[in-house]
């Protein structure tokens, strides 16, 4: 057995999953920056990254109405935003070592690319997808309740209004932060905001609500969940 099967069948033994696809698993650990060499580069973990991150989203809406169910959006959200991000991704990412897994280009192993928090955060969704299209819908819930740990009891209590959570976010960088009207739509009985919050050195996120405080918190609720 080579020693990148090795890594394979250590991580499959981590997670608790045996796959019947080991190529996808292999798909799903690689970094875009291994080129098998041909004119056509391996495939990596982008596309898979796209998908494990609505499988993620769906997994924690439904625990959080099942375990909310007097909260409307507004007090679910933060909540939400709280356990899908690239940080959480990254934090349980650490807790499966999946780092240890990952295939990288040497330059890429040689700049720290197993520790770093952006591609373990991608990695951890791209191994969510893997699970789910070879095991199930099951398989990828075991494996978010698994790794996301006590992350699910740490939002229990009473969250931040995104607003807030942003304002605190920026400041502990020193970084400004305002938010700028993008459209208004709609009639004056009932109106429709887009509404965009900029933070210094950052690209801006849109939300978007039926007042301008609603657009403003899913702007920052959007915000968070990129870069928080």
């Known amino acids: 057995m080579s020693r990148q099967d090795t890594r394979l069948a250590e991580l499959e033994q981590r997670i608790g999953y045996v796959f019947q696809d080991r190529e996808l698993l292999r798909e799903a650990i690689t970094h875009g920056s291994v080129d098998n060499g041909a004119k056509k580069k391996r495939r990596d973990y982008d596309r898979l990254e ?26 679910l959200a933060p909540r939400y935003n709280a356990l899908v991000n690239k940080h959480a991704c990254a934090r349980a990412a650490r807790a499966a070592d999946l780092g240890a ?24 969704e791209s191994v969510i997808a893997a699970l789910y ?14 790794f996301w740990g006590d992350a699910f009891d740490d939002v229990k209590s009473a969250p931040r209004d995104a607003k807030t959570a942003l304002q605190e976010w920026a400041a502990a960088r020193k970084r400004g932060l305002s938010y700028v009207m993008i459209e208004q739509k709609g009639p004056e009985h009932a109106p429709h905001f887009i509404i965009e919050a900029h933070v210094d050195g950052f690209a801006p996120s849109r939300g978007e609500g039926n007042s301008k405080r609603q657009a403003q918190r899913a702007a920052a609720a959007a915000f968070l969940k990129e870069h928080g």
């Open 50 to 75: 796209f998908l494990g991150d609505r499988v993620l989203g769906l997994i924690v809406a439904e625990r959080l109405l099942a375990e909310h169910e007097d909260e409307q959006e507004g007090q």
């Open 101 to 124: 897994a990952l295939i990288l280009s040497p330059s890429e192993e040689a700049s720290g690319g197993r520790n770093k928090e952006a591609i373990l955060g991608d990695i951890c």
């Open 133 to 146: 299209i070879d095991g199930g819908f099951e398989v990828a819930r075991g494996f978010v309740t698994q």
